[in-house]
C-alpha cells in the first residue's frame, strides 16, 4: 500500500532546500505527494524557530486539520530542535519529530508509525555526513538549483537561534559538492545557488583536488572557481554572507568567474555601533560600509542586498538614525527588513529596555521607505537596458511571467507560450517601486 503525504516548509532558502530533499526521499521510497493535507495519511510541518510564538502558530494551524485520512503528523526542523520532547506535550497530535540533519531517515521512521510498531518517535541527533549523502537522489532538477554546502554557525548573534537548532558549522566536503553541482548541471540546473547559514566562512576538505588549489582545505572563493569549470552552468550565486568573514580574495573572484552574478547578499542588521555590539555582529558600522566600498572598486558593477532589524532591545531613536544614515550611504538594490521579535532561549531575549510594538511599526515605516528610495532609482536605471531573465514563475494575469535578473529584480513579461525555467534575452520598458516590466527580444 501507498501512503500520501503533505509537507509546508518555513522559513529560509536552506529550509526550502531541506524541504525539496524531503520530498525527493520520501517519492523515491514509494511516498506519494498530495497539495491537500486533508487529504494526506502523513502531514509534514518543516519550521522555522526564527520568529516570535512559532510553536503557537503551528499548535493552531496542527489544530486546523481534521481529517479522518490523517494517520501521522510530523514536524521538523528547528521547532523541532529547539522543543525537543516538549513538542509533544505542547502538541499531542504530533507523534513524529524530527531535527535538521536527520530528514534522510523518514522513511524507516514513517513506516514504523503507519505499521504500529511505534506509537511515537523523537530524533533530534546531528547525522549530517549521512544527511547529504542523499542530496544527489532528486525526483526533478528545475534551471535554477540550490545546493547547500554550508551549515550552521559559530557567530551566536545574540537575536539567533541558528547556532542552537542548526548547530556549529559544517562545510561539505568540495568532491561531494562537487559531485552534486555536475548532477544537477547533467539533469538540466543553469543557475547554481550555493547556500547556508554562513556560506563566506566555509571551509571544505579538499584532500584528493588539486584543481586550481592544493590546500587540504578550501575557501568559498576556491570552490565557486572549480565549479565554474563545469560545463552547462549560466549563473552561479551564493548566500547568505557574514560582513566579517568577507575577504578581498572573495571579492575578486567576481571578476575572475563571469557566470558569478554581480550582486551579493551582505546582512547588517542595524547602522549602529551599539546596537551592533549588543547583536554580538562583530563588526562597526564603519567597517561594514568599508568593505562595501572596497568591493564597489575591486568590481565597479557589484551591487548589494541586506536584512535589517529595528527595535532591538536597548534601540534609541540615535540608534535608528544611525540605521538610516548607513542606508543612505550603503544605497541597496534590494533589502529585506523585520521588526525585531523574541526568539526564545536567546541572548536577546532576556536584554532589559525592550522596545514598544507601537515604535518598532513607526521605525520600520520609516526603514522601509528610506529603502524603497534606493529600490526605485535602480529600478528605474534598467529601463531601456536589455537584460537576461530567469523566468521563475507565472504571474497573476494572463499570459504573463515573472522572472529575476542578475541582481534579484523581479521582470514581469508577456509570453503567449510558457518560458517557465527559460532564460530569455529582455528589453526593460518601465518600472515601479517592487518591479521592472520588459519585453521578450527572442
Not at 268 to 293: F, P
Not at 416 to 437: G, M, P, R, W
Request: glycine share 6%; net charge positive; charged share 25%.
Amino acid at each position: 500500500m501507498s501512503y500520501s503525504f503533505y509537507i509546508k516548509v518555513y522559513g529560509c532558502q536552506m529550509n526550502d532546500y531541506d524541504g525539496q530533499r524531503i520530498e525527493d526521499i520520501l517519492v523515491l521510497n514509494g511516498f506519494i505527494k498530495e497539495n491537500n493535507p486533508l487529504n494526506a495519511d502523513i502531514v509534514i510541518f518543516y519550521t522555522c524557530n526564527i520568529r516570535e510564538k512559532a510553536v503557537h502558530k503551528l499548535e493552531s494551524t496542527i489544530g486546523m486539520i481534521k481529517s479522518n485520512k490523517t494517520k501521522v503528523i510530523a514536524v521538523g526542523g528547528c521547532v523541532a530542535q529547539a522543543e525537543k520532547d516538549n513538542i509533544f506535550k505542547r502538541i499531542p497530535r504530533v507523534n513524529l519529530s524530527f531535527g535538521p540533519s536527520t530528514y534522510h531517515k523518514l522513511p524507516e521512521y514513517l513506516n514504523d508509525l503507519l505499521h504500529g510498531k511505534k506509537k511515537r518517535i523523537i530524533d533530534l541527533n546531528n547525522y549530517r555526513l549521512e544527511k547529504f549523502d542523499i542530496s544527489n537522489k532528486r525526483k526533478e532538477v528545475t534551471t535554477s538549483a540550490y545546493v547547500a554546502i554550508q551549515e550552521g554557525c559559530d557567530n551566536f548573534c545574540t537575536y539567533c537561534v541558528v547556532p542552537y537548532t542548526r548547530g556549529r558549522e559544517y562545510s561539505r566536503p568540495v568532491i561531494d559538492v562537487i559531485n552534486e553541482v555536475k548532477y544537477l548541471v547533467a539533469n538540466g540546473a543553469k543557475e547554481i545557488v550555493l547556500g547556508g547559514q554562513n556560506v563566506n566562512s566555509y571551509h571544505g576538505e579538499a584532500p584528493y583536488i588539486t584543481i586550481g588549489s592544493n590546500r587540504k582545505t578550501w575557501r568559498i572563493e576556491e570552490l565557486i572557481k572549480a565549479i565554474s569549470t563545469i560545463d552547462g552552468i549560466k549563473r552561479l550565486r551564493y548566500l547568505t554572507s557574514h560582513p566579517k568573514d568577507f575577504t578581498v580574495e572573495l571579492m575578486k573572484v567576481h571578476n575572475e568567474v563571469p557566470m558569478l552574478v554581480p550582486f551579493v547578499h551582505i546582512p547588517v542588521q542595524s547602522g549602529s555601533d551599539k546596537i551592533l555590539k549588543l547583536m554580538n555582529r562583530n563588526h562597526t558600522a564603519r567597517e561594514y560600509l568599508d568593505k562595501l566600498k572596497l568591493f564597489r572598486d575591486i568590481c565597479p558593477d557589484i551591487q548589494f542586498s541586506s536584512d535589517f532589524i529595528v527595535g532591538f532591545p536597548g534601540e534609541t531613536e540615535e540608534d535608528f538614525n544611525d540605521t538610516l544614515k548607513l542606508v543612505e550611504e550603503a544605497k541597496y538594490t534590494l533589502s529585506f527588513y523585520f521588526k525585531y521579535s523574541v526568539r526564545p532561549n536567546t541572548p536577546a531575549a532576556k536584554m532589559t529596555n525592550q522596545i514598544d510594538e507601537k515604535i518598532k511599526e513607526e521605525r520600520l515605516a520609516k526603514l522601509i521607505k528610506a529603502l524603497l528610495k534606493d529600490q526605485v532609482y535602480y529600478n528605474n536605471e534598467l529601463v531601456g537596458t536589455t537584460q537576461e531573465i530567469l523566468i521563475t514563475k507565472k504571474g497573476k494575469r494572463k499570459n504573463q511571467y515573472i522572472g529575476k535578473n542578475v541582481y534579484m529584480q523581479s521582470v514581469i513579461i508577456n509570453s503567449n507560450e510558457n518560458i517557465i525555467d527559460q532564460f530569455k534575452t529582455t528589453l526593460i520598458e518601465s518600472a515601479s517601486e517592487n518591479c521592472v516590466f520588459g519585453k521578450l527580444l527572442d
